[in-house]
């Protein structure tokens, strides 16, 4: 059985990528693997594949409105839709890599305060000191995340993961490669459960 880490990638604006996360590490768990998260600014991968936020269009924003609680209420996982979707998830973004470089499972923890904060209570998590409040609850110094938000080389980190991620193939939230195979899409996590199991068909 391979020992290389499952990839995750989403973005905080995606209630889809919520409930991916709240799914992933289990299922890895289950095969005795790792997994590597990675949050990437979805409007950059749109800019290539012509693609625009569901919630941004018309016919498939109301499917989304009834659509997302619906999985949500499938899976278990509390979501309720913020008041203003999409909002920017680039601080919450830059926080986790910066946090992740110390301690990936940390980064973790606080990638599940601020998707807790923006999709179940509906709290803002576009500013930098909004970011730093939800981080203090997961044992994060305020004052040294709001520094690391304005650093050039945090910010650049972000640009460069999404990139990266774009040239990997990755297109939606959530996305995951397991051993180069890629699967787009929570319901997809099904197959990917098969694909571990068997590896490969």
């Known amino acids: 059985m391979s020992n290389t880490p499952i990839e995750f ?10 409930v991916g996360a709240n799914m992933i590490d289990n299922i890895a768990e289950r095969y005795d693997r790792t997994t590597d998260w990675f949050p990437i600014l979805l409007s950059e991968a749109f800019k290539i594949s012509g693609a625009k936020p569901m919630s941004d269009t018309p016919l498939k924003r109301e ?10 209420r499938y899976y278990g ?12 998830p680039t601080a919450a973004s830059r926080a986790f890599y910066w946090v992740k470089d110390n301690d990936p499972g940390q980064a973790k923890g606080l990638a599940m305060a601020l998707y807790t904060a923006a999709l179940v209570n509906n709290e803002d998590i576009s500013a930098p000191t909004s970011v ?5 609850g997961v044992g994060i ?11 050039p080389s945090v ?10 991620a774009i040239e990997k193939g990755v ?25 571990l199991v068997t590896g490969g068909f």
């Open 9 to 18: 990638y989403f973005d905080f604006n995606s209630p889809y990528g919520w």
């Open 63 to 72: 499917y989304m409105a009834n659509d997302a609680p619906r999985v949500c």
């Open 77 to 88: 996982v509390k979501y309720e839709q913020p008041d203003i979707h999409p909002f920017s």
């Open 132 to 136: 730093a409040k939800i981080a203090a």
């Open 141 to 151: 110094d305020q004052k040294e995340i709001i520094d690391a938000l304005a650093d």
């Open 155 to 164: 910010k650049q980190r972000l640009v460069d993961e999404t990139n990266l």
């Open 171 to 195: 297109f939606g939230s959530p996305y995951v490669i397991a051993d180069g195979e890629p699967f787009w899409g929570v319901d997809r996590f099904e197959i990917l459960d098969e694909w």
